[in-house]
């Protein structure tokens, strides 16, 4: 028992000398200096942007939401459809509704030559799409899981969290990084940057790298620069946390009852080192955290947790994307319109899978006309986006 006390204190001091040295050389390595030249291209583009061009440029969804005849209550309703390409609907949604981002979910691909006519037919869509998926190896891999690709397999991201090497995170991401750059990506939503602490967590569990958060984070890190390195952009989630969660936010409602003193010796230290590695992106949990807000409104709906939290006291600067706003700790509680308006005012840059598409874009529409939302927070927004566009070389504007 001490021998294993004593090995498991050393590898909490190694995986907490590689963070530290993530830290120190992403200070230096990433420079938040403006290019001038980029800065000034962007703020043309937004002077030259109309308002639905603007808030377009948030919204990021599933094929299917441009698709004003598809009717669906659950994902199964959805898989049964198995939309694979873009239709006439679509098209002329797409000339009222520009949007900035396209997931695909396992349904939507078939095969690989389905995929790559699919991903050339988005490409055309109006907005300038990004394209997106959840492929963070193990049981959520959309192209992974799906018996007509022959590319590498993972089991989970516990298991390389058990390895306490973070170079194979690295090796994890940077293979999955290079599949989905071949096929046409943009954009993978991971890693997961939870710590899985609680037993009965029924979302996370194997997804995260380890109950360690100081384990976690050299894993995240890792994983990010190996989605980098293969030229995917990566996301970290879910912020605050949703590690100590016993329910699952897909079907309604769930909380961390931690207060934020907790959660800065737990789930901030995995976030704070993605966020001094640079991440681009990080996905916000629909979790309440009614010990540090005070109430029990979802951390994507909350300033407490968004702009004070991650933005003023974190330092974080770049994109905060929504989880799925057709989730159910979203859809039972909330409109489309009042939750696409509340996110946005938290501070949410892209509003992530709106069960209703039209709706939701033209609530927010109808907020800045009227005031509720400035159109300056929006351009906050659409600035950050058009910069992750010029960086992986889709700016069109």
């Known amino acids: 028992m001490i021998e294993y006390v004593r090995r498991n204190q050393v590898s909490r001091f190694f995986a907490y000398c590689f963070v530290s040295s993530v830290v120190m050389f992403s200070s230096c390595s990433k420079s938040d200096e403006k290019d001038p030249v980029i800065t000034d291209e962007i703020e043309l583009a937004i002077r030259n942007m109309s308002l639905r061009q603007k808030v377009g440029q948030m919204f990021y969804g599933r094929p299917e939401m441009l698709d004003t005849t598809i009717h669906w209550f659950a994902g199964s309703d959805l898989v049964a459809i198995s939309m694979q390409e873009v239709n006439d609907v679509m098209r002329n949604v797409n000339k009222d509704y520009p949007v900035g981002g396209i997931i695909l979910y396992a349904h939507n691909i078939d095969d690989s030559t389905q995929l790559e006519s699919f991903i050339g037919q988005l490409r055309q869509l109006n907005g300038s799409p990004l394209l997106c998926i ?55 939503f991971a890693p997961v940057a939870d710590v899985n602490t609680n037993p009965e967590n029924v979302v996370i569990g194997k997804r995260a790298f380890s109950d360690d958060p100081y384990v976690a984070s050299g894993m995240v890190t890792s994983y990010l620069q190996g989605l980098d390195d293969a030229g995917i952009v990566g996301c970290i989630k879910h912020f605050p946390g949703h590690g100590d969660t016993k329910n699952d936010t897909h079907t309604g409602y769930a909380a961390s009852n931690k207060t934020w003193a907790e959660m800065l010796d737990c789930e901030m230290i995995t976030f704070k080192t993605g966020i001094a590695w640079g991440t681009q992106l990080i996905m916000t949990a629909h979790i309440a955290a009614p010990n540090v807000t005070g109430s029990d409104v979802p951390s994507t709906l909350s300033p407490v947790i968004l702009k004070d939290k991650l933005r003023g006291e974190l330092g974080y600067n770049n994109i905060i994307v929504a989880d799925a706003m057709e989730m159910g700790a979203i859809t039972l509680h909330y409109t489309n319109a009042d939750a696409a308006v509340l996110a946005v005012q938290a501070g949410v840059d892209i509003l992530l899978g709106p069960k209703n598409l039209i709706e939701a874009f033209d609530a927010v529409i109808a907020a800045v006309q009227s005031g509720k939302i400035t159109e300056k927070r929006i351009d906050d927004s659409v600035r950050r986006i058009l910069k992750l566009k010029k960086k992986v070389g889709r700016f069109k504007y």
């Open 134 to 188: 959840d492929e963070e190896g193990g049981r959520v891999a959309r192209i992974a899981n799906n018996p007509k690709f022959d590319v590498t397999k993972y089991e989970s991201m516990d298991s390389i969290g058990r390895t306490r090497d973070p170079h194979n995170a690295y090796e994890c991401a940077n293979t999955i990084g290079s599949y989905l750059k071949r096929y046409g990506f943009d954009i993978d």
